[in-house]
């Protein structure tokens, strides 16, 4: 290999060197410049305050709970309290003047 050659190789790699700083410097900035701002958390303590009542309704809809849309099975009567379709509890007498299967009545004595 010549001087020449030597030279000339050198050369360039000198002259990649430079241009290929300059272009990551255009491509990627200054990293002086490149500051983030830290945005700083409060302490945790332990008291709790009361959640806002517009977003925690206790009366709101509970989405865990069954919905029955439109009638309770034969049977079952809707009950408000669980809000669930329940097992009809027979208040009325029956048929012979009885209290439903309950108590036995007396039989009138005709007086």
Do not use: Q
Request: hydrophobic share 30%; charged share 25%; net charge negative.
């Amino acid at each position: 290999m010549k001087n020449t050659d030597i030279a000339l190789i050198i050369l360039i790699a000198i002259v990649s060197v430079v241009v290929s700083y300059f272009l990551g410097n255009w491509i990627l900035g200054d990293p002086d410049e490149l500051t983030s701002n830290m945005k700083y958390v409060n302490s945790i303590n332990a008291t709790l305050d009361d959640p806002d009542i517009e977003a925690f309704n206790g009366s709101m809809r509970n989405p865990t709970v069954e919905v029955y849309i439109g009638e309770c099975p034969e049977g079952y009567e809707w009950d408000e309290d669980s809000r669930d379709c329940v097992e009809k509890i027979e208040e009325n007498p029956d048929e012979n003047g009885g209290n439903g299967g309950g108590t036995p009545t007396e039989r009138p004595t005709g007086d």
